[in-house]
């Protein structure tokens, strides 16, 4: 069965730092584009940033430029997939997801169309 987890969520403050992981359970991260998206109350699902299969090809939304880095690990031989977050904002918080799809970087991370894998959600809450 094809699972996808996310690890890191938590409360932090603004300006402050997250580190989100996305791991497989059931088969390998290798061949897939990965994307990270999230949804705050009341609004649509958006892609964050996304990252290609083997080729290191990044996409970024002009919301996470510069704040956010996402790469690729290998961890105990496992392909980890992360999401660096910092500089915080209020308007950051939200339930953030992992996806994967046999895609290109650019239509995964415009839900276009939607993924086909996703995980559970962590939940990103930024506030003093």
């Known amino acids: 069965q094809v699972q996808l987890v996310e690890s890191g969520g938590g409360l932090v403050q603004p300006g402050g730092s997250l580190r989100l992981s996305c791991a497989a359970s059931?088969?390998?991260?290798?061949?897939?584009?990965i994307g990270w998206f999230r949804q705050a109350p009341g609004k649509e699902r958006e892609g964050v940033s996304c990252?290609?299969?083997?080729?290191?090809?990044?996409?970024?939304a002009d919301s996470a430029k510069g704040r956010f880095t996402i790469s690729r690990e290998r961890v105990n031989g496992k392909n980890t997939v992360y999401l660096q977050m910092n500089s915080l904002k209020h308007e950051d918080t939200a339930v953030y997801y992992c996806?994967?799809?046999?895609?290109?970087?650019?239509?995964?991370?415009?839900?276009?169309?939607?993924?086909?894998?996703w995980g559970q959600g962590t939940q990103v809450t930024v506030s003093a």
């Open positions: 059931g088969f390998t991260l290798d061949h897939y584009v």
């Open positions: 990252i290609s299969s083997s080729d290191g090809e990044t996409s970024y």
């Open positions: 996806a994967a799809d046999w895609t290109v970087v650019q239509r995964m991370c415009g839900l276009a169309p939607p993924p086909r894998y």
